[in-house]
């Protein structure tokens, strides 16, 4: 199985600020890779897939880059509806694995 | 506007079996892959299985293999999730998710997903 490990667990940030989250596989996944992100007592929403292409309706602050084994997710300046927890899942092969977690705390 | 609605969760005792139910609405329900997706209370998420557009492939998780059973039925746009032997660590928000690229099985991604069902196993 591929082993995803995020990094931080957790970050806290200010309103404005650049935040990077580390994705990093257990072997290689080429680009397939997607970020999500869920708030609290809610379900999770795709931000990006393919490691760097960004869903349809999701603001350009957010990009994804990386591929192989070490993949980012950068919010560029974030904003008070960014404050939520973020996941990294690779889709390379079964099983599908999703990171542990990073999560976006307000300083 | 898409939508996906689970049902089924509840309290049930480690051993004895449950079935979740997902309908899908607003788009094509017959050339998506679907997937269960859960996860158990403060914890990251776990993929469960997933199911091809045309019920032909499916994929589960060692942790469910065995146990749960992926299925669809394209005429009522429903996906299901049979739960059998359940165990305490079973308990979880179980979600239903939408592959996001149509009529493929090599894309993994999950670009729409349900508000979730909560499965309790507890004696």
């Known amino acids: 199985d591929i082993q995803m490990t995020q990094s931080p667990s957790s970050v806290s940030a200010s309103v404005g600020d650049r935040v990077t989250i580390t994705c990093r596989a257990s072997?290689?996944?080429?680009?397939?890779l997607a970020w999500y992100q869920q708030k609290p007592g809610k379900a999770p929403k795709l931000l990006i897939y393919?490691?760097?292409s960004l869903q349809s309706g999701v603001p350009s602050r957010f990009s994804g880059s990386g591929s192989g084994t070490d993949f980012t997710l950068t919010i560029s300046s974030l904003q008070p509806e960014d404050f939520a927890t973020y996941y990294c899942?690779?889709?390379?092969?079964?099983?599908?694995?999703f990171g542990g977690g990073t999560k976006v705390e307000i300083k | 506007q898409v939508q996906l609605v689970e049902s089924g969760g509840g309290v049930v005792q480690p051993g004895r079996s449950l079935s979740l139910s997902c309908a899908a609405s607003?788009?094509?329900?017959?050339?998506?892959?679907m997937y269960w997706v859960r996860q158990a209370p403060d914890k990251g998420l776990e993929w469960v299985a997933v199911?091809?557009?045309?019920?032909?492939?499916?994929h589960y998780a060692d942790s469910v293999k065995g146990r749960f059973t992926i299925s669809r039925d394209n005429s009522k746009d429903t996906v299901y999730l049979q739960m059998n032997s359940l165990r305490t660590e079973d308990t979880a928000v179980f979600y239903c998710?939408?592959?996001?690229?149509?009529?493929?099985?090599?894309?993994?991604?999950?670009?729409?997903w349900g508000k979730g069902t909560t499965v309790t196993v507890s004696s």
């Open positions: 998710a939408k592959e996001s690229t149509v009529t493929t099985y090599s894309y993994f991604y999950m670009d729409v």
């Open positions: 607003g788009f094509t329900f017959s050339s998506y892959a």
């Open positions: 199911i091809s557009y045309d019920g032909s492939k499916t």
């Open positions: 072997q290689g996944v080429s680009s397939w």
């Open positions: 393919t490691a760097s």
């Open positions: 899942q690779q889709a390379h092969s079964f099983p599908l694995t």
